[in-house]
């Protein structure tokens, strides 16, 4: 059984930062492109950032360009988010996700997800 398992979530002031941490179990990591999205209050679920399996591209929404960076670790079996910088519109649940196909990732149709996390920026 594939299960995708976030952690890192939680309430961070504006200016600050979080890292964002997904573990795979049941598949080779090594294997999937992996990437986040997030859905805020009332919006629907947006790409953020993906990294194909050998990281050799990423690729960003353009609101964090600059900001976030993604990366992964394959020998552990985790995909990383470093968010900094934050601003009160990053506040969503953030979703871990895996695919495959690089296209299809990015296309928000993955065939693994996680279970979402909070994240909330405020003072």
């Known amino acids: 059984q594939v299960k995708l398992v976030e952690s890192g979530g939680g309430l961070v002031q504006p200016g600050g930062s979080l890292r964002r941490s997904c573990e795979a179990t049941?598949?080779?990591?090594?294997?999937?492109?992996m990437g986040w999205f997030r859905q805020a209050p009332g919006k629907s679920r947006e790409f953020v950032a993906a990294i194909s399996w050998i990281g050799v591209n990423t690729d960003y929404v353009d609101s964090v360009k600059g900001r976030f960076s993604i990366s992964r670790d394959n020998s552990k079996n985790t995909v990383f988010l470093q968010m900094n910088s934050l601003k009160s519109e990053n506040t969503a649940v953030y979703y871990c996700?895996?695919?495959?196909?690089?296209?299809?990732?990015?296309?928000?149709?993955?065939?693994?997800w996680g279970q979402g996390t909070q994240v909330t920026v405020s003072s």
């Open positions: 996700a895996a695919d495959a196909v690089y296209g299809k990732l990015l296309a928000a149709r993955g065939d693994y």
């Open positions: 049941g598949l080779t990591c090594g294997r999937y492109a």
